[in-house]
């Protein structure tokens, strides 16, 4: 039960950080992420280029896990500390 504990509040993290990004990364990893929408679904639906969607999913995830790794305590659930560099 722990681990559902610590799923639900990870992903209810993602949510808050998806939130406070800039809303056409927040639109496109929502299209992506809780509707299962594809790239081109979702180039189609926002009138945009399939080029402009990867990369906006590709720097939203990159956000995200920044975030992610930053964040001392969801890294101890999933087994990941943030690294220091030298």
């Known amino acids: ?3 559902i ?3 639900n509040e990870t ?4 949510y808050k950080e998806m939130k406070n990004m800039d809303e056409i990364y927040y639109h ?3 299209m992506h992420l809780n509707f299962q929408c594809t790239p081109k ?3 189609d639906l926002s009138n945009t280029s399939l080029k402009t969607v990867y990369t906006r ?3 939203g995830k990159a956000m995200l896990k920044e975030k992610l790794i930053g964040n001392k ?9 943030k690294e220091t560099t030298k």
Not at 11 to 14: C, D, G, N, S
Not at 73 to 81: D, I, L, M, P
């Open 41 to 43: 679904e979702i180039a």
């Open 5 to 7: 504990v610590a799923s």
């Open 11 to 14: 992903v209810e993290f993602i």
């Open 73 to 81: 305590e969801v890294a101890s659930w999933t087994g990941k500390e």
């Open 28 to 30: 496109t990893l929502m």
């Open 57 to 59: 999913l590709s720097r």
């Open 1 to 3: 039960t722990a681990d």
